[in-house]
């Protein structure tokens, strides 16, 4: 009989840290979806009417925008999104 006693007692103890295992994963994994909204931010560019970005670039801590048209020449403009302005302009001939 105290075998039979043993055995529930480990079976109930696993149990146990299954569902507190879950509980705690279930959490995290809640607490973590939470955190990872991306912020957004908004960043005048100083463009002409009828400018249009045909292509971007990210390297590490810079977003680099291909803009077209506007009536100013080809050019690329380098933004580091943390400053939220750009930094410089590029005229491409």
């Known amino acids: 009989m105290s075998k039979l006693k043993f055995i529930k007692l480990v079976v109930f103890f696993l149990t146990s840290m ?15 979806a939470r955190r990872s909204t ?8 100083a463009q ?4 249009r970005i045909v292509s971007t670039q990210t390297s590490s801590d810079m977003l680099y925008l ?9 050019r690329i403009i380098a933004i580091r999104p943390s400053d ?3 930094l ?3 005229n491409l001939n």
């Open 18 to 32: 299954i569902i507190f295992g879950m509980f705690i994963a279930g959490i995290t994994i809640y607490q973590k």
């Open 38 to 45: 991306p912020k957004n931010i908004t960043i005048n560019l």
């Open 88 to 90: 410089a302009t590029i």
């Open 48 to 51: 002409p009417q009828g400018s």
């Open 66 to 74: 291909h803009i077209l048209g506007g009536g100013l020449p080809e």
């Open 84 to 86: 939220q302005s750009p």
